[in-house]
């Protein structure tokens, strides 16, 4: 049945399934339907004047199942089971090294509060969000210009990697960042693909430099790893996917062919040659194309590998064999330590959280949400904006955990077990409303422990 406009705040009632229709800043719930349990909420909702109230008759309880309900004994509306999951999440907290949420969360008391939050944050990301476009726009005409051969497209990347180094040097911006990046726009994937290797490379660098120099060698690198495989990509451009049609002997020679292309550019010695010719080899010699060990390997290319496997896991042409950024970094974490520098891969398990933004979850209440931005102090609480078939994607609800008593991540999902109108209203970068954290000046050593207790399990 369809919701039915409530004439009057008085026809509220316990156990009514309600739909408030208005901004989601108008009012202090984090969702907009659901079923009133607590007096509290009934009587806030009682008091709101700037929205419209609805009830589904369905979906609601008969008025004697509530009529000596005592607040004590009645759930927090939107939770079945959250008090376990919190109390669980808790305790992972405590074992990653973290202060555990305390005990009583000051949620938003009030519509201005939340407000508030939301263009504080929307400011960092606005902000963010024009600088990455212009990189974006210096990225794609650095491309054709490589395609042509053209000798200015090395001038173009190395102004945009200063661009782009800038970005990442500000904790805010670069946490910002990460949030655009979660969700690409359709664009190429040859394209796409170098630029987050790219970024995160870049990202994942300043855990071990602050020199500006090597920063720009390993963002170059990771900008053109996949050099080699530029003419193949230039052949099948009419693919939707060229990764898709990509033989194995192809693939195993395009560090080669990068090498060779990337020589012409930088001479022979440059850190930025090495990345391209050696991206695929692996610290215990079953990397190709020469089977490079150890310390053969120099810095620069042991980041960007790491990089590069990682976002091969998270966007796998095939959607079915995509792995959440969750389960990426359980992989990495729990089989590549060997192949893959172990300082590494643990340092990006740590820039990117337990739950990397971009990774698709279902909370405690069985909705479904994206993870729009970590919070560096409660890493199991992330902003997260959730689905509602009620809701239109334009004003989508993005809620902060922390701030939630009794709502919680339940699980994370994998892409192809959510259904396809349910990942296209999930993806943040279609509207400019979600949230990015401010810096993590901590650092988190058993974090990784963590995750490869999960993987193992």
Request: proline letters at 6%.
């Amino acid at each position: 049945m369809a919701f039915i406009p409530i004439e009057s705040p008085q026809d509220l009632r316990l156990g009514l399934y309600i739909k408030i229709q208005g901004s989601w800043f108008s009012h202090p719930f984090s969702k907009n339907a659901f079923k009133i349990k607590l007096q509290k909420d009934l009587e806030t909702l009682q008091g709101l004047t700037k929205v419209r109230l609805l009830y589904d008759p369905d979906r609601s309880d008969p008025q004697t199942e509530h009529e000596s309900v005592s607040e004590e004994a009645t759930p927090y509306p939107r939770v079945n089971s959250a008090s376990e999951v919190r109390i669980s999440n808790d305790r992972e907290s405590m074992a990653l090294g973290q202060q555990p949420p305390p005990a009583h969360v000051t949620v938003y008391e009030t519509p201005e509060s939340r407000r508030e939050a939301f263009l504080v944050r929307r400011k960092i990301l606005r902000k963010t969000d024009q600088a990455y476009q212009a990189v974006l726009q210096q990225s794609k005409l650095m491309f054709q210009e490589l395609r042509t051969g053209h000798s200015k497209a090395i001038v173009r990347a190395s102004g945009m990697i200063e661009s782009l180094n800038k970005i990442v040097s500000d904790p805010n911006s670069s946490m910002a960042l990460m949030n655009l990046m979660s969700s690409p726009e359709e664009v190429e994937d040859f394209f796409m693909h170098s630029l987050n290797v790219c970024t995160l490379s870049m990202m994942l660098a300043q855990s071990f430099t602050d020199d500006a120099e090597d920063t720009q060698t390993i963002g170059i690198g990771a900008l053109f790893h996949d050099i080699g495989l530029l003419e193949y990509e230039r052949k099948t451009r009419d693919v939707k996917s060229y990764r898709t049609t990509l033989d194995s002997k192809t693939l195993r020679e395009h560090p080669e062919e990068g090498n060779t292309i990337a020589e012409k550019f930088f001479g022979t010695a440059s850190g930025c040659t090495h990345i391209i010719a050696h991206h695929h080899e692996r610290l215990d010699g079953s990397g190709y194309p020469a089977g490079l060990r150890g310390e053969d390997i120099d810095f620069f290319t042991k980041i960007v590998m790491v990089v590069d496997e990682y976002d091969e896991l998270c966007n796998h042409p095939d959607i079915c064999k995509s792995l959440t950024p969750y389960e990426a970094l359980c992989y990495l974490y729990g089989k590549r330590r060997g192949p893959l520098w172990d300082d590494a891969v643990v340092a990006l398990v740590q820039m990117l959280s337990v739950y990397p933004p971009g990774s698709l979850v279902e909370l405690s209440d069985s909705s479904l949400g994206v993870v729009s931005s970590i919070n560096p102090q409660t890493r199991m609480a992330p902003w997260v904006m959730l689905y509602s078939q009620d809701i239109p994607r334009e004003e989508a609800c993005i809620i902060d955990l922390s701030q939630e008593e009794n709502l919680a991540i339940a699980r994370s999902l994998q892409p192809k077990d959510v259904p396809h109108n349910i990942r296209d209203y999930l993806n943040p970068r279609r509207i400019i409303s979600y949230f990015p954290s401010q810096a993590d000046e901590g650092q988190n050593t058993t974090l990784p422990e963590r995750l490869y207790s999960a993987y193992s399990e």
